[in-house]
């Protein structure tokens, strides 16, 4: 069974860069195909679609992020990481990794809270 | 691009069944069959329960279908159980090969 967990600090302060790795166990991050995405829900509020990177290493972000957002992969780890800069507060959420296949995200982490906090 | 339309709420007794609807556009609902739905229980992650519009993953009891008309996307809950209550939400492939997704909507079994 296909497993992803997400790791990075929880804590970031504001204007710094929030740095999370997904790594990705009991499957291959290289299968031509799967995307892999990063998705977040600030506390007590709705989700919001992040970004995604395929095995060509093409890369889609959503437009409100996109100055911001970068994901990459790192297939000799098995792992896929987001960085999002330049943060205030209101990027304080949950964030999830995920799958991608078919148009959908059928394999999620669990969530890491990250909080952006002086 | 702007999140998809959903009810903030829907409620139902056991045993009865609920609609909670999606609302898009051409750009994203409209326009693809990569519609799915998502469950969510307080402190947990999103689970798949519906993708391209009303397939379910093993494993999803079939009181859960979906179902498209134009840019409205729909999932019903057929037969409402208690550990029904919880969060969905549903998303779409759009046409800048982003994702987005809806609003949210709480399920309430009373």
């Known amino acids: 069974q296909l497993q992803l967990q997400e790791s990075g600090p929880g804590l970031v302060k504001p204007s710094e860069t929030l740095s999370l790795t997904c790594s990705v166990s009991?499957?291959?991050?290289?299968?031509?195909?799967?995307?892999w995405g990063w998705i977040r829900q600030p506390p007590g509020k709705g989700l919001e679609w992040i970004g995604s990177?395929?095995?060509?290493?093409?890369?889609y972000y959503n437009p409100s992020l996109k100055s911001r957002v970068t994901i990459s992969v790192d297939t000799s780890k098995n792992q896929f990481s987001l960085k999002l800069n330049s943060v205030t507060a209101a990027d304080t959420a949950i964030f999830y990794c995920?799958?991608?296949?078919?148009?959908?995200?059928?394999?999620w982490g669990q969530g890491t809270l990250v909080t952006v906090s002086s | 691009q702007s999140a998809l339309t959903q009810p903030a709420s829907v409620s139902g007794s056991p045993g009865q069944s609920i609609t909670i609807s999606c609302t898009g556009s051409?750009?994203?609902?409209?326009?693809?069959?990569?519609v799915s739905w998502f469950q969510q229980h307080p402190g947990k992650a999103p689970k798949l329960i519906i993708s391209?519009?009303?397939i379910r993953p093993s494993g999803v009891p079939d009181r859960f279908s979906g179902s498209k008309s134009g840019s409205t996307a729909s999932l019903t809950i057929s037969g409402l159980q208690a550990e029904d209550e919880a969060d969905y939400y549903c998303?779409?492939?759009?046409?800048?090969?982003?994702?987005?997704f809806g609003t949210g909507t709480k399920v309430t079994v009373l």
């Open positions: 998303s779409s492939f759009t046409n800048s090969f982003t994702y987005v």
């Open positions: 051409s750009s994203d609902i409209g326009g693809y069959n990569y």
């Open positions: 009991d499957g291959s991050i290289s299968n031509i195909n799967y995307c």
């Open positions: 990177i395929c095995y060509s290493g093409d890369t």
């Open positions: 995920a799958r991608m296949q078919m148009g959908t995200h059928d394999y």
């Open positions: 391209e519009v009303n």
